[in-house]
């Protein structure tokens, strides 16, 4: 039976059904859990969710507290995500502003492969494409951005990243088609989720850093139609246009009335650097947010691999190296926990393995971010192609090794945007 009690009356062995309230006010990634830890607990009674639905025929009745209202079947609305549903570790808070980073971590990626993962990253990704692509459309004609707009598409990255750490990036990187505004929104909103899980965030602030990185573009839709490219890449824009859309995208979430302080935030500061070098104000050092932060280091990587009008992005593992090369820019403490993230060479790297093989890399190692696991597809000695195999580097023992990346087309071997999408599907087939 389903029963509807207040929030303080909750206790240990109880059987949480359903989480009321706002989405953003709760500190819970899932919303059907089993209540046995006391920290959770505790969680749950400080946050400003007003009452939940408990299930007693999977936990404890309340037989001793005051129930609210016996629920009907009825009003059981189905979880329109599987991140409700993802597993969470214990919430702890961590420090996200100012300058403050909380410690590195341990926590690597889910117990699914990458390849067994894009299949469902695809279709997280297709339904999220679909919203973005709406909330970009509609905040140019005018209509306000509600955090509740994007709250499935946090969900469903999450969900996914919860899964996998690497793949939902992966498959972003290795798919050709897209819009670069809508693309890139939804590449740095799972880059920043992926970020923040590494640098355990709590669930609260993860998702202000999927929010942030999904809307801080949105001034991109309030350019001047003339002066827009139609693929909305403002890099193409003259430098004072440029800066302006930083400008009137915060003013537009601003005036939208709910959208995160955070969020905010990240809007206004994801192109100022480090060092002062940035835009709008040449904000620096302390004045930077922790969130803000990481919203450049993410923001920069995407950048360097999408690449922009006639200039193709560069592989992967080159943006690595061209992200460390910006130094006092970026926050360096923030981009060993975004390399810890990705890996060293991330999904999509064509490398050259010391057997002289060429490899793209389809999955990452846990344990070691420079030994991933590659799609080997090209031979130098034998002067060809030779059949498809997975290696996983990590675990070949000395068997072969990443000797440096590749460049597909100077090898003559084809488009890489079209070898990367080809190698994927081969992964997730073999996979499958």
């Keep these: 039976m389903l029963k509807r009690v207040n929030t303080n009356e909750v206790r240990l062995g109880m059987f949480i059904h359903k989480l009321e309230g ?15 830890d006391e920290d959770m607990l505790d969680l749950l009674r400080d946050s400003a969710v007003p009452s939940v639905i408990i299930d007693t025929a999977r936990g404890d009745d309340v037989q001793h507290v005051r129930v609210l209202e016996t629920v009907t079947a009825s009003v059981d609305e189905p979880i329109r995500t599987s991140a409700r549903r993802a597993s969470f570790g214990r919430a702890r808070r961590s420090p996200v502003s100012g300058d403050r980073l909380p410690p590195a971590s341990s926590l690597k990626a889910g117990g699914v492969s990458a390849a067994a ?24 004609l005018g209509k306000a951005v509600a955090a509740s707009d994007v709250e499935p598409v946090i969900e469903d990255i999450y969900a996914s990243i919860q899964r996998n750490l690497y793949a939902f990036n992966g498959l972003l990187r ?4 897209r819009n670069y505004v809508y693309g890139h929104s939804l590449a740095v909103s799972a880059l920043m989720i992926a970020l923040a899980r590494t640098m355990r965030l709590t669930p609260h602030d993860t998702r202000e850093a999927g929010m942030a990185g999904l809307l801080m573009d949105i001034g991109v839709g309030q350019l001047p139609p003339e002066a827009a490219p139609d693929d909305g890449d403002y890099r193409r824009l003259p430098v004072e246009l440029q800066e302006a859309h930083v400008i009137t995208g915060h003013a537009l979430l601003k005036a939208a009335g709910d959208i995160p ?4 935030r990240v809007c206004l500061r994801h192109h100022e650097r480090l060092d002062g070098s ?21 923001d920069c990587y995407d950048n360097l691999v999408t690449g922009h009008g006639s200039a193709n992005g560069i592989d992967p593992a080159d943006a690595i190296n061209a992200l460390q090369a910006m130094g006092p820019a970026l926050d360096q403490q923030v981009l060993r926990h975004f390399i ?25 190692a846990a344990a070691d971010n420079a030994k991933p696991t590659v799609r080997i597809f090209h031979s130098l000695r034998q002067g060809g192609a030779v059949r498809q195999a997975t290696l996983v580097l990590s675990q070949c023992y000395g068997e072969d ?11 003559g071997l084809g488009d890489a945007g079209a070898l990367r999408e080809k190698l994927l599907v081969a992964a997730e087939r073999e996979a499958s």
């Design 22 to 36: 706002s989405w953003f006010k709760h500190p819970f990634w899932k919303a059907r859990f089993l209540l046995e």
């Design 117 to 140: 993962e894009f299949g469902a990253a695809r279709r997280a990704a297709g339904r999220a494409g679909h919203i973005v692509n709406r909330i970009f459309l509609e905040s140019r």
């Design 174 to 177: 290795c798919q050709q088609e």
């Design 261 to 264: 302080e955070q969020v905010l």
């Design 278 to 298: 940035g835009y709008p104000y040449g904000l620096a050092g302390h004045d930077l947010d922790v969130l803000s932060r990481m919203a450049a280091v993410c």
């Design 340 to 364: 810890d993230t990705v890996g060293v060479y991330p999904i999509g790297s064509f490398v050259r393995l010391r057997s002289d093989r060429i490899a793209m890399v389809v999955d990452e």
């Design 401 to 411: 090794d990443i000797a440096g990346t590749a460049d597909p087309e100077a090898l």
